[in-house]
């Protein structure tokens, strides 16, 4: 669209406007032709909305960045384009409806608006209303002038992708920075350009010590990471479902962080829970009491699909316990998982679980995890777990529809 600045060419608090260098003062003399721009009282609106601040990466307006020196630097930003057909977002019935309307303009400084303009099909009519609603709400209620930030932490690793002779086929997946940046907003924003990635390149045939060997390697990596100072993280994994439980116990839940979706190897934005199936529910039940006085308990997450009694029959011990966490059989695919809700009901009906075993088993109860779930619900199962409060956790991995133990999730 044809630039419109919230500068004026007269008088006013932030000085004579942009610099000659970065936009020609001929440029701003073509805004009368098919361009609508907001009047004076309606741009001081705006900027009083917007705290005198970028409404994308809240940089002050008022001053410049290379001096400091006071200078007006906000530009006019319409959400449906104004500049006709060719504009970003510009919709022919909206673009002449909403053109001198607060609702249609945002607050932005320079690089801001080529950004969003650059870029229409990332930067949506829906996700910048959002993002303006958002940041004059914040503004409004002065419960912060700094946007969410977080910084973006990946575990990365080998997938199964297929079964040859007998052996699993692993590959290599790449969880792209963009995908990862799309995915946490428009609520969060990167503290940083890169993220922060934890790769592990292990794709050998599963044995003890491979796992002790994924186990070391993610405790080192781990550890190297600093992230001491940082106020969130937003967190992503993709791997074996045994790593992402103990990557999930290593991170925990002492701090402020958001468990991220990850939908067929892509990082996936989360739903609002209006999208979920209104006849979605998490349920834990007890399938079989122990026999005698067993202190093996087996729990299975039946989320993705169904984990049947054939599939670790002769792996788990004899006469122990089944419980069973699940959502309704028709609901059950790879896809299921898509609102933050569905995890937070997850973790409820999780954490139950763990009480009541340990509660009717013991302490020295051992419990046999095994999983058809996607990352984040793995992620949460190590997270949310604790050694010196939960009775031993033992997590399996599934190879060819067969479970095998991989290590006690608090070793």
Not at 139 to 144: A, K, N
Not at 180 to 208: C, G, M, V
Not at 374 to 392: A, C, D, K, M, W
Request: hydrophobic share 35%; with cysteine; glycine share 6%.
């Amino acid at each position: 669209m044809v630039r419109d600045d919230a500068r004026t060419h007269h008088s006013h608090a932030g000085g004579e406007g942009r610099s000659p260098s970065r936009v020609p003062r001929q440029r701003s003399e073509q805004l009368s032709s098919g361009h609508s721009n907001l009047n004076d009282k309606d741009t001081k609106f705006l900027w009083a909305a917007a705290g005198g601040r970028c409404q994308m990466c809240n940089e002050p307006l008022t001053q410049s960045g290379l001096t400091f020196r006071e200078r007006n630097i906000g530009e006019r930003a319409h959400i449906n384009g104004q500049g006709g057909i060719k504009s970003p977002r510009y919709d022919p019935e909206l673009s002449p409806t909403l053109a001198k309307s607060l609702e249609n303009v945002m607050l932005l400084c320079f690089d801001c608006h080529a950004e969003i303009d650059s870029d229409e099909d990332r930067f949506t009519v829906e996700m910048l209303r959002d993002i303006k609603r958002k940041q004059e709400e914040r503004i409004f209620y002065l419960t912060s002038l700094e946007p969410n930030r977080t910084r973006v932490l990946v575990l990365q690793s080998h997938i199964q992708q297929g079964v040859e002779d007998g052996e699993p086929i692993y590959q290599a997946v790449t969880l792209h920075r963009e995908d990862l940046h799309n995915a946490i907003l428009p609520d969060y924003f990167p503290d940083q350009a890169r993220p922060s990635k934890i790769k592990l390149d292990l794709a050998t045939t599963e044995s003890e010590s491979h796992w002790e060997q994924i186990r070391q390697d993610l405790r080192q990596k781990w550890n190297r990471q600093d992230l001491d100072d940082l106020e969130h993280l937003s967190v992503f994994s993709l791997g074996k479902m045994p790593a992402v439980a103990y990557f999930g116990r290593l991170v925990g839940n002492t701090r402020k962080l958001r468990t991220m979706n990850v939908q067929r190897g892509v990082p996936t934005r989360w739903k609002s829970k209006e999208q979920v199936p209104q006849d979605f529910k998490i349920e834990a039940r007890r399938l079989e009491d122990g026999v005698g006085a067993a202190r093996d308990v087996v729990l299975l997450l039946s989320l993705s699909g169904t984990v049947e009694k054939n599939q670790y029959v002769g792996v788990v011990p004899e006469g122990a316990a089944v419980y069973e966490i699940a959502i309704p059989k028709a609901q059950r695919n790879p896809d299921w998982l898509m609102a933050e809700a569905q995890l937070t009901a997850f973790v409820k009906q999780y954490k139950l679980t763990l009480s009541e075993i340990q509660e009717i088993y013991g302490q020295d109860a051992t419990i046999h995890l095994l999983a058809a779930a996607p990352t984040p619900i793995l992620f949460e199962v190590g997270r949310q777990y604790r050694p010196n409060h939960h009775p031993s956790l033992l997590i399996y991995n599934c190879v060819s529809k067969r479970f095998s133990p991989a290590f006690n999730l608090g070793g």
